[in-house]
Structures are given as C-alpha cells and as structure tokens.
C-alpha cells in the first residue's frame, strides 16, 4: 500500500468495469422510457383534478420528492416481496435485486417527471387546445398531437438533466442486494485487491464521459427540434454579412 | 343551412347573451358588429363549441343539437362541420404552414398524406404562401400565419368558417392583405360568420350585418340597410363614427 495510484492498474481495470454498463444502461433505459409513460399519466390526472386520486398522487410525489432515492431502493428491495406475500401469497424473494432497483428508479422518475410534465402542459397556451378542437380533432387527438408534443419542446433541457441525474443516481444501486454495476464492480475490485483509488477513478471518468455525451445529444436534439432557431441563424447570418 | 335559436349564455351571474338568434342560408355571409364586451365573439365560440352555451338550438345542415345538453359526439360532429379563424391565429406552433393545414385532413379527414399534401399546397398556393409552406408560424408575418389559419379552415370544406375579429391582432398594414383573402374565401360561395370591427370590409362583403349589443341582437339587415339607414339609436350611435357624411347621401 505504498503507492496510492498506480496508472497501469488503472488500465487493467477498465476492462474489468466497463462490462458492467450494460446494467447501468439497463436501469437508466428502463426507468427513463417507463418513468416517463408514467410521469405523463400522473401529470394528466393531477392536471384532471380528480377528488381523493388527486391528493393521493399529491403524497406520492411528495413522498418521492422528499425521501432520499437510497431509501426509496431499500424500501422497495424489502417491502415489495412482503407486501406480495402478505397480499398474495407469493413468494418473489428470489427475484432478481435488480427488478426492486427498476421499480424504485420508475417510481422516482414518474413523480419528478410528473411534476415537470405538468407545469409544461400547463405552460402550454390554451388558445392551441381550442385550434385542435376547432378543426375537428377528439381530446384525446389534441393531447397527444398539439399539447404534448409542444409541452415535450419546453421540457427538453430539463429532461436532460434529469436523465443524467438518473444516470449518476445507478451509482448508488450496488448498496441494494449487490447489484453489479460499474460503481458495485469497483467496489468488488477493490476488496479483492485492496487497491480502490484506481477502480474509482475508472467509475469518474466513465461518468463524465458518458454525462458529457449525454450532454451533447439533449444539445444537438434540442438545436434540431427549436423551431425559432432557422430565424436566429438568418439573423445572425445577416448581422454578419451587415459587419 | 345554419340556424341558432335561443341561444342563452352566462359567465357566472354576468349574462354574455339573452336569447340570440340567427338564420344563415347557404352561401350567405353574415358580419357581426358590436361594442367590445356585446357578446359576439362569445356567441361565435358557442357555435362552434369552444364556449358551452346555457340554453339554445342549433342546427348545421342535417344535424340539430340542444345546446343545454350536448353530447360529446354531438360535438365533435358540428365541430366537423364547421371551421374557426381565430383572432391571434391559433396556428399550431410545432408545424410548419403545410403541416397546420394537413393536420386535420389527415387526422380527423382520414385523407391519405398525398391527397391531403396536394389540397394543402393548393390551398396555401390560393392564399398567396405556397413558397412559405415549409416555414414555421414563428418565421411569418401576421398576416400570413393569419392567411395560413384561413387555409387551414377552407381546407376542411366546412359548411360554415366562423371568423372572430380576424385582422383584429394584426398592424394597419397587413390588414389590407388578410381581408383580402377574406374576400376572396367570401366570393367562392362558402358560408361565413364574421366577427368584425372592419365596417367598410362589412359593408362590401356582407350580405347580412347583425349589430350586436348587451347580449341582443339590436338590428340585422343588408349592409346598405344597417350602414345608411339605421332604425334604431342604438345602431346609429355606434356606426357615427364610421359613416361618413357621402354614405348617407349615396
């Protein structure tokens, strides 16, 4: 233990670790398509005001927004098997850690995506419903087609951080029944050999990286979708050629 | 042929409109004048449903509904029916010109997309913005979005195109090239209800003028009626300050 960094056993671990993306990639993938199916339900119905389902899913969110995720995990890894026991007499201990892991992150997801969807459909101007109806389209045809796409354009940057805070949030994950993922692979590296420096550093980058290409996406999806951006490249096109 | 019958609407304790009829016959364009706060534009959204009206019948061509207790399909079937131009546009932000007019060809017309891309060109082609079909509402005047949300509601073949206040939002000078699109939807024999402060625009394409007060109709007649030879006080204090003195003397 007399070097506290040791660059080669830094490369030896790369391999080792990456592998163990693909889990990562997994909750991530999963609790951001499902959590976001979900964050839309609720944001409609507590946009519906409907009696006793709305203050239900108001203490849903709080929950969700006031209890640490970690918690959140551990609750769902040991309650979920005995709530379904006690209910239906199955046992489903030994179902896979990560499935509690997923639902905790959809669970998560749903609420704080919920309350993002919300303020967005509601941001969106009324006079845009009316134009759906006008010509003949259903509720439900307006929704989807006129104020959700619309209301998914004003979110999109906060979506983005949202998905990488999920991302960095995996890290935390291998505390639940072990489940491996890069952050549980360093931690295992570095039992087995009593080096942990190097196998962290691994995870750090890996994050970064993979955060900063996240980053870039939501910019590139988010350049492409604004449709006022065409005019401020003509403006600055023309105040350039005016120079 | 179109037909509103007792229509009542309140907003809280405020009563919008006391008992408002109308008959429009095929083809006919109908102009609504009034004082701000009358009740025109409110009586317009209640015929096409974006107001739920109290009390009232309504007829469009083969299908008559109760106004105090509408269904949802009932609805739907006179929204089909009908076309609204709104005073700020109201075009669908997140498509381009084409895209706002193919919308409800391809959705609620089920029009194949070729189809309802071809009568989509030739309707912006008509309203003079072929070349700006690609073109998001933000990157158009006012006046074009305007002329894109009239080709929007003549695309779909209404029977009737309920305009309220349609140059209303727009500057003096893109007045002129709205109205005269306006006109021309008017000259090819499609059923209007325009809701306007326009009074010499009234007055040329008309071929009924309502006047419009406290929530009653005041007077309705033809325009030459109701801008040179108005009965009641009412009417000939509001239009004193649009008729000028050669009017009364033609």
Redesign the interface.
Known sequence: MNEYFDSERFIEDIPKILPQLSVTFSIVGISIFLGTILGIIVAVLRIKNIPILHQILGIYISFMRGTPLLVQMMIAFYGIPLLIWNLFQININDWSPVVFVDIAFILNEGAFLGEIFRSSILAVDS??T?????????KT?TFL??VL??SI?MILPSYGVDIIGVFQNTSLVFTVGGVLDIMGRAKTIGTATGHTLEAYLVVAFTFVIISLILRFVFYLINEKIR??S??KVDKRKKHIENL | MIEITNLKKSFGKHEVLKDVSLKIKKGEVVTIIGPSGSGKTTFLRCINFLEKADDGKLTIGDISVDLKKTKKKEILNVRRKTAFVFQNYGLFSHKTAIQNVMEGLVVVKKIPRDEAKRIGENVLDWVGLLDKKDYYPSQLSGGQQQRVGIARAVALDPEVILFDEPTSALDPELVGETLDVIKKVAKKGITMVVVTHEMAFAEEVSNKVIFMDGGKVVEEGTPKEIFMRPKEERTKEFLSRFITKDMYYI
Do not use: D, L
Not at chain 1, 130 to 138: F, K, L, P, Q, R
């Open positions: 006079i845009q009316e134009a759906g109806y006008s010509i003949g389209m259903t045809q087609r006129i796409p619309q354009r449709y006022e065409k005019i």
